[in-house]
């Protein structure tokens, strides 16, 4: 059974960072996109970075030139590095990965949640 276990997430200021990380494990024959996703109180979740298993990245708009999005696929591991934060980040961080299982076949999976707040 693949597992995704998040760290990293807390109480931050504004304009401050913080570091997130995925760890995946479990019976992973191959990982293709790994993603960060948030869901703030009251509002749907929206896809936050994405990046293929080739290093290709794409991000939301409004965080765009803050935060960095990378993965150490040795250690089969997604980061996402949040520099200059704002209170409109806090929100609950999802790590997202679609992965190919042995012997269950290729799979959406997610992790249980990191709660990230920025807040003087």
Not at 5 to 13: T, W
Not at 61 to 69: A, Y
């Amino acid at each position: 059974q693949v597992q995704l276990v998040e760290s990293g997430g807390g109480l931050v200021q504004p304009g401050g960072s913080l570091r997130l990380s995925c760890a995946a494990s479990g019976n992973i024959f191959a990982i293709y996109d790994m993603a960060w996703y948030r869901q703030a109180p009251g509002k749907q979740r929206e896809l936050v970075a994405a990046i293929g298993s080739g290093g290709s990245v794409n991000y939301l708009d409004s965080v765009k030139g803050r935060f960095t999005i990378s993965r150490d696929n040795a250690k089969r591991t997604v980061f996402l590095q949040m520099n200059s934060v704002k209170p409109e980040d806090t929100a609950v961080y999802y790590c997202n990965a679609d992965v190919f299982e042995s012997r269950v076949g290729r799979r959406d999976h997610w992790g249980q949640g990191t709660q990230v707040t920025v807040s003087s």
